[in-house]
């Protein structure tokens, strides 16, 4: 049984000072094979909303983008949900594996 770490931190927005975006659980720890769900929440409406992922030493890479609500996403066991009310994002990682070790980060854009 193989055990990794999967750490959430630094959202970040564009377009407005005053909004937050807030993802949980900030870090988890999981066993090899196991479903994991992250969630970004945004205190108003969102445009658009964008999944990163950081692995140790390296720089962001993009993952996907979601404009409009209920909008569904997937690319290699990571499916994504942008809300009808476009102020919530769950990012969902079926059968964990190593290789989806690192920091995930959600982004936002609205006005």
Same mark, same amino acid.
């Given at each position: %049984?193989?055990?990794? &770490?999967? !750490? !959430?931190?630094?959202? !970040?927005? *564009?377009?407005?000072?005053?909004?937050?975006? #807030?993802?949980?659980?900030?870090?988890?720890?999981?066993?090899?094979? @196991?479903?994991?769900?992250?969630? &970004? *929440?945004?205190? @108003?409406?969102?445009?658009?909303?964008?999944?990163? +992922?950081? +692995?140790?030493?390296?720089?962001?890479?993009?993952? %996907? %983008?979601?404009? @409009?609500?209920? #909008? #569904?996403?997937? $690319?290699? +066991?990571? *499916?994504?949900?942008?809300?009808? @009310? +476009?102020?919530?994002? !769950?990012? $969902?990682?079926?059968?964990?594996?190593?290789? $989806?070790?690192?920091?995930?980060? &959600?982004?936002?854009?609205?006005?």
């Amino acid at each position: %049984m193989r055990v990794f &770490c999967i !750490f !959430f931190t630094l959202s !970040f927005l *564009t377009g407005v000072s005053s909004q937050e975006l #807030e993802q949980s659980p900030q870090s988890l720890i999981i066993q090899e094979g @196991k479903n994991l769900t992250i969630n &970004c *929440t945004s205190s @108003k409406t969102l445009y658009s909303l964008h999944w990163y +992922k950081q +692995k140790y030493g390296e720089g962001l890479i993009f993952l %996907m %983008m979601l404009q @409009k609500g209920g #909008e #569904e996403k997937s $690319h290699e +066991k990571i *499916t994504a949900k942008l809300d009808e @009310k +476009k102020q919530q994002s !769950f990012l $969902h990682i079926t059968a964990s594996q190593p290789s $989806h070790a690192g920091i995930y980060l &959600c982004g936002g854009d609205a006005q």
